[in-house]
């Protein structure tokens, strides 16, 4: 039998962390479960020992690191660590397919991927900046290099040093391929609750983003992360670009081509610094539609 510890990072989460505790109790093999109430200011800690869970509390908001770091302190030393969100509920029943490859012993780390339905409602740069960051540095592919939902060995997680913050995921990912370790991508239909777009929602995912550069500098060096970051940003726009049907497309390209073509006509005609203008941005910049450009005899 595999001794299973599943640990559950919470801040704030008392309206889900209870059915988190009750769904995972009744997953095979999880001897405990540990919450970690991360300084919440709710009743986080209160709705988890009421479901069964052993409760951890920090004196104060620490991150999801830390949190994870006090939940392995106070494990003991299991053969296996099931990491979950709290915000899961019901569907934490289903972390028995995350178990499975590492108990028996065809990886040592498995990562989730939710259901299509349930994916990030996300801008995707910094999850396409992870996993160019892992493909990269590991050969790895993976589909969701960002997710919390894992099960790993338990002397790989105990050997590993974690990244600071929402760094958690892709430095473990990281320093588990450099110790040489099997890592795979497992399917589950995990649901759970979605940050939005709203404002809110671009200041918590900046945070995210944010603590995973940090935490790729100090594992790969700054080069590297600036190069990722700055492959993922042109793939993005080409992407948005490819998304506008075609017609628009070279419309846009032909608007943008004749605005060009008019700012170097007024840099040809300087004489000195005093005859600069102000330059508004590019997107500023309109001239009539059918209007040709033409070159004047003065230009020639």
């Not at 809110?200 to 790969?220: D, E």
């Amino acid at each position: 039998m595999t001794h299973v510890v599943a640990i559950v990072p919470a801040f704030d989460r008392a309206d889900t962390v209870g059915a988190t505790v009750t769904a995972l109790r009744t997953v095979p093999d999880v001897l405990d479960v540990i919450v970690v109430d991360d300084g919440s200011r709710d009743r986080t800690a209160s709705a988890a020992a009421a479901a069964g869970a052993r409760v951890v509390e920090l004196a104060r908001n620490r991150g999801k690191a830390a949190a994870v770091v006090a939940g392995v302190a106070a494990s003991g030393a299991p053969d296996v660590y099931l990491l979950i969100d709290a915000d899961l509920g019901g569907s934490a029943a289903l972390a028995g397919g995350l178990l499975q490859p590492v108990a028996q012993g065809e990886a040592d780390m498995t990562i989730a991927v939710f259901d299509a339905a349930e994916g990030s409602r996300g801008f995707g740069l910094v999850k396409g900046f992870a996993a160019r960051v892992l493909r990269s540095e590991t050969g790895l592919e993976l589909v969701e290099p960002l997710s919390g939902q894992r099960a790993v060995r338990g002397p790989l997680l105990r050997s590993l040093q974690l990244a600071p913050g929402f760094g958690l995921e892709i430095g473990l990912t990281l320093d588990a391929a450099d110790r040489g370790a099997r890592i795979s991508e497992v399917e589950i239909g995990f649901s759970h609750r979605q940050t939005g777009r709203d404002l809110s929602g671009v200041a918590h995912r900046a945070r995210i983003g944010r603590h995973v550069y940090l935490a790729v500098v100090a594992r790969t060096g700054w080069p590297k992360a600036v190069s990722c970051l700055a492959a993922s940003l042109l793939s993005r726009v080409i992407s948005a670009v490819r998304s506008v049907p075609g017609r628009d497309r070279g419309q846009r390209l032909r608007r943008a081509a004749r605005q060009s073509w008019r700012r170097a006509r007024q840099l040809r005609r300087l004489r000195s610094l005093a005859g600069l203008r102000s330059w508004r941005p590019l997107r500023r910049l309109r001239i009539p539609p059918g209007r040709r450009v033409r070159r004047s005899m003065s230009d020639s």
